[in-house]
């Protein structure tokens, strides 16, 4: 795992120098992590599905792991997509796997944006049964 993907820059930059595990102005997130979301001011069209997460979560996770060793992400619970327009941002391969259509064709039209005029990754939603 690569904790300093994620990591947080020092307050205090004296601790660089500090800290002989301190090789940059980046330390460990910890176990907390702290996500932003945007505030829902309309849950219909904004977050359709009842376990939608911020897609920035989904990036953190994915660049904890180490973006140059992750060849493919699986989502087996597709959703909306938060984790394949994460997995798209950041130029990884998704394929993902989601039995309700509507929810389906929503991870679709959010995709739709990163997907044109952006092929560093692919991207594969199936509807199953």
């Known amino acids: 795992m690569d904790r300093l993907a994620v990591g947080v820059p020092y307050r205090d930059k004296t601790n660089i120098g500090r800290w002989a595990s301190a090789t940059s102005d980046m330390r460990c997130r910890g176990n907390t992590w702290f ?3 945007e505030t829902i001011r309309h849950r219909e069209s904004q977050r359709p599905h009842p376990s939608t997460f911020p897609v920035q979560l989904a990036e953190m996770c994915i660049k904890l792991h180490g973006v140059g060793k992750v ?3 699986l989502d087996p619970f597709v959703g ?3 984790t394949a ?3 798209q941002k950041l130029g990884v391969a998704c ?3 989601e039995i309700d259509t509507y929810y389906l064709d ?3 039209t959010r995709l739709k944006g990163w997907v044109e005029g952006d092929s560093r990754a692919g991207i ?3 509807l199953g049964d």
């Open 35 to 37: 996500v932003p979301y």
């Open 71 to 73: 060849g493919r992400v």
């Open 80 to 82: 909306i997509g938060s």
């Open 85 to 87: 327009v994460a997995a």
């Open 95 to 97: 394929v993902g796997f």
């Open 106 to 108: 929503v991870a679709g």
């Open 124 to 126: 594969q939603l199936t």
